[in-house]
């Protein structure tokens, strides 16, 4: 089975800079994911990391260490638009995709 | 629009009745999955399939059945509901393991 942690809620200011960790526990490893989904919506892919190391999309920007198990997702200029929950997802071995529970990140004005 | 269709959007469904959630794509993908979500719990693999004639299970799939006659179509079926299924059902496709995945809108069900 496969193990995902991060952070139940987040909170942060408009135009700040917030980073959701995500720790992960898996039999084999083949990539992991971050999703975005807004309330009463379904999950959109935000970015995937499969090698070690910082991988950025405009905004947002994803990082991941194989060796620690460990990821984070980094959200800059922080939009309210950007209120969202954030989903850490990790493909083992078998390339089953396990999401962890979710970050629901609130940006305030 | 291509992408994927689920139906029913929402549903209440008495205990012990027969339900079946549709789930169709037209982006020609192979592999297409049922998630549950449950508050706190996240998204939860029920059952998967990567290609057209084969199915596997996921993480939580007692109580659940799927089939995959073609490569559009991915239908779940609940055969004797229990309110423990009440739950936000995703249905997902991906063009190949490891590909990020589409979701459909999701279903609503509520079993009473």
């Known amino acids: 089975g496969q193990n995902i942690d991060q952070p139940t809620e987040m909170t942060a200011t408009e135009g700040a800079i917030v980073q959701i960790n995500c720790t992960y526990q898996?039999?084999?490893?083949?990539?992991l994911f971050w999703y975005q989904q807004h309330a009463g919506e379904a999950p959109t892919f935000l970015s995937y990391?499969?090698?070690?190391g910082l991988e950025e999309k405009g905004r947002f920007s994803s990082f991941l260490s194989r060796s620690k198990g460990y990821s984070y997702l980094l959200l800059k200029e922080l939009q309210m638009k950007d209120s969202a929950s954030y989903l850490c997802?990790?493909?083992?071995?078998?390339?089953?995709?396990?999401f962890g529970a979710g970050t629901t990140v609130t940006v305030r004005a | 629009i291509a992408g994927i269709t689920q139906a029913p959007t929402s549903q209440i469904l008495a205990a012990g009745r027969r339900m079946t959630l549709r789930c169709t794509q037209d982006?020609?993908?192979?592999?297409m999955y049922w998630y549950r979500q449950d508050l706190g719990l996240g998204l939860r693999l029920i059952h998967y399939?990567?290609?057209?004639?084969?199915?596997g299970k996921g993480e939580v799939p007692d109580g659940y059945s799927v089939s995959r006659a073609n490569t559009d179509d991915f239908p779940l079926t609940l055969a004797s509901a229990v309110p423990s299924q009440t739950s936000v059902y995703f249905c997902?496709?991906?063009?190949?393991?490891?590909?990020?995945?589409?979701f459909g809108n999701g279903t609503r069900l509520t079993v009473t």
């Open positions: 997902a496709s991906s063009p190949r393991n490891n590909s990020p995945l589409h």
């Open positions: 898996t039999s084999g490893f083949n990539g």
């Open positions: 990391n499969v090698l070690d």
């Open positions: 997802a990790v493909t083992d071995g078998d390339y089953k995709l396990s």
């Open positions: 982006m020609r993908h192979n592999a």
């Open positions: 399939s990567n290609t057209a004639g084969t199915t």
